[in-house]
């Protein structure tokens, strides 16, 4: 609707329609949307990235998310406190916690600290 009203969507509105599509499961729809952008030439960014790694590990597509996050990290896009504690709770939901304890040292090492959420997520994995 916006491009047939003459206005050029940017990556702040394509991620506002992929956030909502993860959070209705429509991974098609996301991951079809998700290309447009790309061969628009729209930088997609850590939010995206973010969006779409979450979703697809909540759905049980770890390949798929890990896919992801390889091409994130070849776009060098850094990774920030939120993608980690994606990261750290998919490891733990999968029982993986030797795994999310391994990406907590890697954050650390980059100079990022844990925060509640993160130290959540590993508590929820050793109960598990």
């Given at each position: 609707?916006?491009?047939d009203?003459g206005?050029?969507p940017?990556?702040v509105?394509y991620?506002?329609?992929?956030?909502s599509?993860?959070?209705?499961?429509s991974?098609?729809?996301t991951?079809?949307?998700f290309?447009?952008?790309?061969?628009k030439?729209?930088?997609?960014?850590?939010?995206?990235?973010?969006?779409l790694?979450?979703?697809?590990?909540?759905?049980?597509?770890?390949?798929?998310?890990?896919r992801?996050?390889?091409?994130?990290?070849?776009n060098?896009?850094?990774?920030?406190?939120?993608m980690?504690?994606?990261l750290?709770?998919?490891?733990?939901?999968?029982?993986k916690i030797?795994e999310?304890?391994d990406i907590?040292d890697?954050?650390?090492?980059?100079s990022?600290e844990?925060?509640?959420?993160t130290?959540?997520?590993?508590i929820?994995?050793?109960c598990l």
């Amino acid at each position: 609707m916006m491009e047939d009203r003459g206005f050029e969507p940017n990556i702040v509105a394509y991620n506002t329609v992929i956030d909502s599509l993860c959070k209705k499961r429509s991974l098609n729809e996301t991951l079809h949307l998700f290309s447009q952008v790309k061969v628009k030439g729209i930088r997609p960014d850590i939010v995206t990235y973010s969006c779409l790694i979450h979703a697809m590990n909540d759905l049980g597509q770890q390949e798929e998310a890990t896919r992801l996050l390889n091409e994130m990290v070849d776009n060098n896009i850094s990774l920030n406190i939120f993608m980690y504690n994606i990261l750290i709770d998919a490891h733990c939901k999968d029982g993986k916690i030797f795994e999310a304890e391994d990406i907590v040292d890697t954050m650390i090492k980059h100079s990022i600290e844990p925060n509640v959420v993160t130290y959540g997520a590993l508590i929820n994995g050793h109960c598990l």
